[in-house]
């Protein structure tokens, strides 16, 4: 099916462990952004990538890391989860310019215990 | 400072009657895109409408429309004739023309609850 799509959807995890969520898009799209969630700060980007290859930090990027080897998939590991990065992520991509909506996937709903 | 900023974080509107969410933003880009999102209980993000910024006229989309006011930096969106199912989460987002860069820059929203 054609769209983009995040695995899991809801992953419980310990502290101190590392995970990665997924991220894959049907589309070849360029862009592909992770967002997390958390209530009273709407959507924070947390790493970006503009092609292959191609990453750069957002707005929250300490704790995370990401890698694009190709342009339809873009994972996103914690590297030693902590109880601050339980929230709900969304990746989402574009494909053109300025006018171009982006489109999200479900959504990746993380706990850290 | 804020890109984007949502001054409503709740309100409470009559079925049917018209719906104004309110949206600032802060750029020194000439050219930008300005996007309206709502996110229903079930989590999804479902885009609405945009608005370019050398869009001449404001945007419309069926029962959404965009208050497009380019020197006071507002992009406000307007719901007309209310549904129970317009209740959700509207998050209002910005894109410059550094590009896909910057990515998408959200408010932190407005939850509109719709009463019958």
């Known amino acids: 099916d054609a769209g983009i799509t995040q695995s ?3 992953k419980i995890t310990e502290t101190g462990r590392q995970v990665t969520l997924m991220c894959h898009q049907t589309w070849s799209h360029s862009y592909m952004f992770w967002y997390r969630q958390d209530l009273g700060h ?3 980007l947390i790493y970006y990538s503009a092609a292959a ?6 707005e929250v990027p300490d704790g995370y890391v990401v890698s694009r080897s190709k342009t339809e998939n873009f994972p996103l590991t914690l590297e030693s989860a902590t109880r601050s990065q339980t929230s709900v992520y969304f990746c989402a ?3 053109g310019g300025l006018n ?3 489109f999200f996937g ?3 709903r993380l706990t850290v215990v | 400072a804020q890109k984007i900023t949502q001054t409503q974080p709740g309100m409470f509107v009559q079925e049917k009657e018209a719906v104004t969410l309110d949206c600032t933003y802060d750029t ?3 050219s930008y895109g300005l996007f309206w999102y709502k996110q229903p ?18 945007a419309t989309e069926g029962r959404y429309s965009l208050n497009f006011q380019k020197a006071r930096k507002s992009a406000n969106l307007v719901i007309s004739a209310s549904q129970l199912g317009d209740s959700a989460m509207y998050f209002c987002a910005m894109r410059e023309a550094r590009g896909g860069a910057d990515g998408l820059t959200f408010g932190k929203g407005t939850h509109l609850i719709i009463q019958p």
């Open chain 1, 42 to 44: 709407g959507l924070r």
């Open chain 1, 106 to 108: 479900q959504g990746t």
């Open chain 1, 93 to 95: 991509s574009i494909g």
């Open chain 2, 41 to 58: 209980s079930s989590g999804e993000m479902i885009f609405l409408i945009y608005q370019g910024s050398y869009d001449e006229q404001n």
């Open chain 1, 8 to 10: 899991p959807r809801y």
């Open chain 1, 100 to 102: 171009t909506e982006a």
């Open chain 2, 28 to 30: 020194s880009d000439q």
């Open chain 1, 53 to 58: 290859d191609i990453t750069d930090k957002g």
